[in-house]
């Protein structure tokens, strides 16, 4: 297994060097990414390529047994090619050109910045494309990330242009595509379109998720242009990968994964100025998002945090044992390899209170120690774990597409998209159902329940499969404002839910958006949720049942006694419909009836503890316990049979006592 850091061998002086291997050495580092910023070293003038620093810090490193995955450099184009071609730099929505001075100051879109691209990616490959020692490519880093993901210049506007050309092929079908009769926008040539740069009011929704999909295809081009040198010139043993950060940019990770031969991530838990790591619903949600963008494929993590992080503000310092929690978890969901951001602090730039394993004076302390308890336990265990099979039986729809639209038009200035998917994630989570991420292109084979949060944009394809899927005994969970939107951003005018109707068995005749600080109630009529009362906040779908049961109603509100959660018998299976946003506990009292039924396992745990099962060879299993609480133990309930502790040889059965951010693997 493959266990390491990320280092800047530029940022400190050559005569440190050595003691830097020499203590990746005793932590048991067999990996480093390099290079990714260092354009200005490579290409110091145009034209001009030395590659002298790497070369010594990779024959460094690779002399004491350290293999090297490259980055390019293209997040961070020097100085001199922003001086002499500032038609490389990206355009906000204000027409305010970005400056040179950080990072990612480039569009996509700029023929300039991709013949550059170009140049630099073929010199690396030619350079190292056959060295042993670098076993991978990382291309560029974070693509989209920092509001990068959009931009509005002239040369944007014109591939934004050409895109909706070959899209519509005519403005007749654009124009009846976005209704551009309202307001008397109707192109008449295709020069006339801008890109939705600021205006009075807001611009047109089937414009802006438009502009979104040709923002995504280009940094999916942008990606393959890179990819396609790469290819030319590298080994067969060299991997190429790209470290995401899903964070609803606009991008389709799914599309650039592809090219790769698997994804990596960024993982985050926590960053500057936040008080506490996000929920670990959160992380979990976020790995799954990673093994489901390649169809299940295991990633990598090519930025693990190991410790406090920020620029101007710096946040939570993580608690001991946090690292080990998270490469566990991590590990646990599917994650193949893990290096840990950063090796050292730097001591200039914007990074300087990124803190990593090191802190700014270079001396190995509690994060050391940490990180070497992790690289020996996974020395032990690591590539048994890894090779074990991750078995879902809960999908949580997820597509970016929806993520965007929800983004033009949020209707309540209570919602997020974000945090709607993680309310409804979290309840399979607390129940420690074994769940993924499924997207439009998913197989739902195997699955036995399939919940779909706030599906808003619909896509017809998914629509059909959904559908199959329920008439052929599957589960289906929808929530509000499902069905409410076509493929190009306009409302249907097929009675709510829209296609999802006949599905759901009901119709949404009126709704009501409730903003922060609004909330009503609703109250259970049956099963787990008899008598259950919970706050129903940001949205409330009034539902009149047609063949569908009900399951709750409203309370404290002109529509009370309004069915708000209803289930419905579609062929061989069941589909629920939950009208509006309900608290944790009750959506988990909700689950439990629902996964009961489905035939989903559930374990019941405290709330602070996640507990993952893979599945080994030859009837073997694996259990990832974790306990995310940074004050409390817990007793934590074994599945059946006797279980060994993977680092220790210790055997358990039953109960076990869980310290606070405690973690262990058990094998039966």
Sequence with gaps: MFIGVDYYPEQWPKSRWPEDVRLMKELGVNVVRIAEFGWQLMEPEEGVYDFSLFDEAIDLLTENGIKIILGTPTATPPAWMAHQYPEIL???????????GARRHYTVNSKTYQKFTR?????????????????????????GHEKSDRSYGDEDRMAFQEWLSNKYGSLDALNEAWGTVFWSQT????????????????????????????????YTAYNKL???????HISDQQFITHNFVFTELALKQRDIAKDLDFISFDNYPVWGGLPEPIPPAAIAQQHDLCRSTKAGKGYWVLEELSGAQGWSHIGYLPRSGHIKLWTYQAIARGAEAIVYFRWRAARFGTEEFCHGILDHDGKPRRKF???????????????????????AEVGVYYDVENAWAWRIQPQSDAFTHKQELLRFYSGA??????????????????????????????????????KKYAADGGTVVLSYRAGVKEPNNAVTEITLPGELGELAGIEVHEYESLQNGQQTRVTGIAGNIMDIMSPATVWCDLIEPKSAEVLAVYRDAFYE??????KNK????????????VEDYFLVRLYRDIFAQAGVQTIELPDDVEMVIRDGEAGSKFLCVLNHSTTASHRVSLPKGTWKDAMTGETFKGDVRLQSLGSFLLIQ
């Excluded at 490959?125 to 693509?143: C, F, L, M, R, S």
């Design 561 to 566: 006694g309004t069915p708000a959660i209803t």
């Design 119 to 143: 140049k630099i990616v073929r010199k690396l490959a030619e350079k190292y494309g056959q060295h042993p020692d670098v076993i991978g490519w990382q291309t560029d880093n974070e693509y």
């Design 369 to 391: 120690e940490e990180v070497k308890e992790v690289f020996n336990a996974l020395k032990i265990f690591g590539d048994e774990w890894v090779a074990t099979k991750y078995k």
């Design 226 to 232: 890179q990819v396609d040198i790469l290819r030319e």
């Design 429 to 466: 989570y607390r129940l420690n159902a074994a769940t993924d991420m499924v997207s439009p292109e998913s197989s739902l084979d195997g699955l036995k329940t399939v919940i779909v949060p706030v599906y808003f944009l619909t896509n017809p394809v998914f629509t059909e499969k959904l």
């Design 187 to 218: 192109y008449t040539a295709w020069e006339q379109i801008p890109v939705p740069r600021k205006v009075f009011q807001e611009h047109n929704p089937g414009l802006l998720l438009d502009f979104d999909r040709f923002c995504a295809d280009s």
């Design 90 to 100: 990206p355009v906000d929505e204000n027409g305010v050109t970005i400056s040179f």
């Design 570 to 581: 579609y062929g061989k299976g069941n589909v629920y419909y939950i009208g509006t946003a």
